[in-house]
């Protein structure tokens, strides 16, 4: 398996460098056979991904041996099955704080590292704090988790910008470094997030960079819902009202493809790498052959021309820009 990172950029000012394209773990190992999440875990390697996102959350297939986390034990498992090396990757895990303060972020963290069974992760990342840990008191928290080894680097997920802008000013004045980035939602039909001018102000002020979450909208952008007979978790929601904006980019992107010779899921990914303060785009995959497709998306996005890019980037948009 290469040692080389997927085009790779640095994760903010943690020293860590990245893969722009991650994969992802959010509710799809367990419901797979472990052969192919460890084809999945090979393919993503051999294509040159080195960051992994993993995550503990309950089980939804009633056949889990515990109620919560069996996705870090079966993220572990299919990790070490493939043949990953530990040291050629970045593996992120997160805090919820679910259970503060009776459990603190080092018990919580000790429980993930104990399901994957892993020594540290190299980001962990913290959900917004809970009512009454302030900001300040969350960045001390999970400083100690950098200090004693058990992450290498710390970041955030799903904050608003004026939570990161105090989270970098305490990092500062406790000594501790800031955060080294942001997951936020990014995709040609949620923008406002990331683009922000707000959020511009707090990444540039903690020195941070985005982690592109969602960028399919739960794959519908893909355009596999096109024709209404796909089996996916989005299925039976795309009658919702809120859906709509995401089917009509579907059929836009999918024009937009067979014009570039590419597919919708690639164009739909290559969007957010197109912006300067993306650092990686995180998705996921249920096969080894939907991975290597997606990662196209990287190559994509380097040879659009500043006419294809505007084309790109007005698709989703409620109103001309």
């Not at 991904?49 to 515990?66: H, K, L, M, Q, V």
């Not at 540039?204 to 819902?225: E, H, N, R």
Request: contains cysteine; negative net charge.
């Amino acid at each position: 398996m290469p040692a080389a990172s997927l085009n790779p950029r640095p994760l903010g000012g943690s020293g860590l460098d990245v893969s722009e394209l991650s994969l992802g773990s959010w509710r799809t190992y367990e419901r797979l056979s472990r052969e192919t999440g460890i084809a999945i875990m090979r393919a993503a390697r051999d294509e040159g991904i080195s960051f992994f996102d993993d995550a503990r959350y309950d089980d939804e297939t009633g056949t889990a041996p515990i109620p919560t986390g069996h996705s870090e034990v079966v993220f572990g498992e299919l990790f070490r099955g493939a043949g990953v090396r530990r040291d050629e990757v970045v593996v992120a895990n997160k805090l919820w704080w679910e259970s503060w303060p009776q459990q603190s972020a080092a018990a919580e963290l000790d429980g993930s590292l104990q399901r994957m069974g892993f020594d540290y992760v190299d980001l962990i990342y913290a959900n917004p704090p809970p009512a009454g840990l302030p900001v300040a008191g969350l960045v001390a928290e999970v400083g100690g988790l950098v200090a004693a080894g058990k992450a290498r680097a710390w970041a955030v997920v799903n904050w608003q910008a004026d939570q990161l802008a105090e989270a970098a000013g305490a990092a500062r004045a406790e000594g501790v470094a800031p955060p080294c980035t942001a997951q936020l939602p990014y995709s040609l039909i949620q923008r406002s997030w990331v683009e922000d001018e707000a959020m511009t102000r707090a990444l540039s002020a903690a020195g941070a960079g985005v982690v592109a979450s969602f960028c399919l909208a739960g794959g519908v952008l893909t355009g596999k819902y096109r024709a209404g007979q796909a089996a996916g978790r989005a299925a039976g929601t795309l009658e919702d009202p809120s859906a709509a904006p995401a089917v009509a980019a579907a059929d836009q992107l999918t024009g937009l493809a067979g014009r570039l010779g590419t597919t919708a899921a690639a164009l739909a990914l290559a969007f957010p790498l197109t912006s300067p303060v993306v650092t990686s785009v995180l998705f996921g995959a249920t096969s080894p052959e939907q991975l290597r497709a997606n990662c196209a998306a990287s190559k994509l996005a380097a040879r659009l021309s500043p006419g294809d890019l505007t084309a790109l980037r007005q698709i989703g948009l409620t109103e001309p820009a």
